[in-house]
Structures are given as C-alpha cells and as structure tokens.
C-alpha cells in the first residue's frame, strides 16, 4: 500500500523530553514516599510511556494512594517545561530535514501523544515545527490512551486515510503495542528513550534522524517469519505455502539434515559437531536471504524463547523486522502426527526423549513477542490471508 502519512508520538520522539518527565514525577512521587521503582509496570519501563492518567491508577491500584490527575499534571507539566528551558532544548536538524522531505513528497504528517494538550504545545513552541503537522491529538482528545490505540485511529480519521496507507514512528513499548494494535506499520526510535533490542515485530528501526528519508519508509522493510509449534504442528506446509502465495524464502532445519545426510538430533549420529555444523548452514542461509533484503520463514521448531530471541536479533541486524507464526495444536494431534510419521517417513524422525523434551518445555509466545496465531482449523487460504496483512 502506498505511505500517505506518518505520524509522530511526541515525548522521545520528536523532543528528548523522556527524562525530564521521569524527574518530575519522580519528585512528584516522592511527597507521597513512593517512587517509579515501586510501581509495577508490565512492559518494565517504569511507566515512561504512560500517561499520567495511567501511572496515577497503577498507583492506586497497588499503593492504595489517591493523587488528585489535575494538580499531578499542572505541577509535573511545569517542573518538565522548566527542564527543557535550562536544557536549552531545539529541533534536531535531522528531524527538520525528514520533515521537509516528507513534505516534498505529499506526506500528511500528525503527532499523537499521551501527554495533556498545553504540554504538547509548549513543546513544539520549543522545536518551532508545528507548521509541519496537518493534525496534533493529546491525551485531551481521546478517553481511551496508549496501550488503546484509540489515538491513533482519531488521528487517521481526522487525516482521512486508512492504517495500512501509514508509518507511525514510536519509541516506548506502550506507544509501540498501540501503533502495532492500529495495523499501521510501525518504526522504532530509539535515540532518547527505549533500547532499540527491544523492538520486535517491527517495520523499521532506526536510532537517529539521519537514518530515515521518504525513500526509506516508502519501501515495506522484509519479514522474517518465525515458525513456532509443537512436533507435527503442520508448520512445514504452511510455510510452504508462503513461498508460493507471498514469495518468501523458505529456510528448513529438516531439509538441510536431509541434504547434509546428517540429523538435526545428535544422538541419532552420534556426532555433536554433525548436529552444529547443520544449525550453522541453516543460521547461514537465513542470513544470506535477510542480506538480499528478502523475506524468510524459518521452518523449525522455535519452541523456545531464547531461539526465537537469536532469530529477533538477526532480523534486527538486517532491518527486518520478526514476526513469529505460532501454528496451535493440541499435544495429542502433535503426538499422534510424530507416531504416523514414523510409518510414513515424510521427515525426519523424532527421538523419543527428544520429543517428550521440546513437548515438555515449550514456551509459547508471550504477549511482548510480535504473534500471529494460526490454527489446523483454519483453511489454508485464510491463513496465508492473515499473514498477509
């Protein structure tokens, strides 16, 4: 789909404000003998990319505090404007030279932020680039705020286009799950706040201004597909539907043991450098497709998170984003699958005790793992479609 706009969080975005929020509340918290430390937060970014709205409740809900919204924000807003003054805070000139770039192009340009409506325009008073924005939406507009990526879809129907014509560029995890849950693509920026490793599932990354122009974005980055079920899930046939329906390149752990004449499961050759020399050539072909810019489904087992991790990492290495392709069974349609293949012999077989150990620790993905989440109920057809998106 063609890029018509990109939208703009604000806070470790568009202005290294990250911190100075963090401060004020910090001081803020502090009147009451809590700290940020103290505050459960699941993405475990101690709510840097909350609204305050969001981090009060969380204050209540576990400290049992009532901190009255409005005074929180006047006083925080005005410690957070007063930092920015002493730190003499402007526009990077690799953000303005995005935004003229964007312009030239025809692209609609937004800011979306979780902060109040006079913060927002405090800050851009600050950076003097408001005049390249066709729509701002604050935490004033909306009543539902990040990880609800209600914001969002106001913003792009404020704008009049669709998610899949948008590139929203975020830098929290909070951010990033309401831009993800949109279905826009999604860039990380990781030069003010979040570490860029924790970007997963994500169309670009890019630490600093300099690394994003209109011809880059313009461009869909390439996908690696991370293939993750139990035995016999049937990952192997929808994998190879990808490579026919959507032109990806297919790397396969049973199909490099079949063509070194080794096994993937070392007690079965006895030999531990057979078994690493067949993982070696299958990480070596997923790197040499992911280096020619192409899309790869990686046709294994992935059953455990620190796979998966590995393959993340890669995926990053190359500007790609991952996004793992989690094929549902039930342990008996698995077990049963395994047991006929060994009548069949359509591949390789499991060992016993290797089977009962991928099966017995099996870690399915979890809710900050980029998933999409397929089923043997599901047509074929449908699935691709899904994948597809």
């Known amino acids: 789909m063609a890029l018509e706009a990109v939208i703009f969080d604000m806070d470790g ?5 990250v911190s100075s929020a963090h401060k004020a509340r910090e001081t803020l918290l502090a009147e009451h003998g809590l700290s940020m430390a103290v505050i459960p937060d699941p993405r475990g970014e101690d709510h840097r990319g ?5 981090l009060l409740h969380a204050v209540e809900q576990h400290h049992g505090v009532s901190i009255d919204l409005d005074d929180f924000k006047q006083r925080a807003g005005h410690m957070i404007r007063q930092d920015l003054k002493d730190r003499e805070q402007s526009a990077d000139p690799g953000l303005v030279r995005f935004l003229e770039d964007l312009r030239a192009h025809g692209i609609a340009c937004a800011i979306t932020s979780s902060g109040a409506k006079n ?3 405090f800050k851009l008073e600050i950076l003097g680039i408001e005049h390249f ?3 701002i939406v604050t935490a004033d507009d909306v009543a539902a705020h990040k990880p609800d990526p209600a914001s969002y879809f106001y913003t792009m129907g404020y704008l009049g286009v669709q998610p899949q014509n948008c590139l929203i560029i975020e830098d929290s995890l909070t951010g990033i799950e309401a831009a993800i849950a949109s279905g826009a693509r999604v860039a990380g920026f990781s030069k003010y706040n979040t570490k860029p490793e924790t970007f997963d599932g994500l169309d670009l990354v890019a630490s600093d201004w300099s690394e994003l122009s ?5 461009q869909p980055a390439p996908t690696l597909y991370i293939m993750c079920g139990f035995p016999f899930a049937g990952k192997s046939t929808i994998a190879r539907a990808m490579v026919e329906q959507l032109g ?11 063509e070194l004449g080794a096994s ?10 057979q078994w690493q020399h067949t993982h070696d050539v299958f990480y070596e072909r997923i790197i040499q497709a992911l280096q020619a810019g192409q899309s790869v489904v990686v046709d294994s087992v992935a059953y455990k998170r620190l796979h998966r991790n590995g393959l993340r990492k890669a995926a990053r290495r190359f500007g790609a984003r991952a996004v793992v392709v989690y094929v549902e069974t039930t342990a008996d349609t698995s077990k049963q699958r395994w047991i006929t293949n ?3 012999r359509q591949r390789p077989d499991v060992r016993d005790e290797n089977y009962t150990s991928v099966t017995g620790n099996f870690e399915p993905p979890q809710a900050d793992e980029a998933t999409i989440t397929v089923n043997n109920d599901m047509p074929l057809a449908e699935i691709i479609r899904k994948l597809a998106r």
């Open 119 to 121: 913060s927002v325009a």
């Open 342 to 344: 060994r009548t069949t």
């Open 50 to 54: 909350a609204s305050a709205k969001a």
């Open 133 to 135: 924005f066709s729509a």
């Open 264 to 273: 993937a499961d070392p007690a079965m050759v006895g030999s531990d450098e």
């Open 248 to 258: 990806v390149v297919r790397v396969a752990l049973d199909d490099i043991t079949t």
């Open 214 to 218: 209109y011809q880059k974005i313009s």
């Open 13 to 17: 975005v568009l202005i290294d404000s």
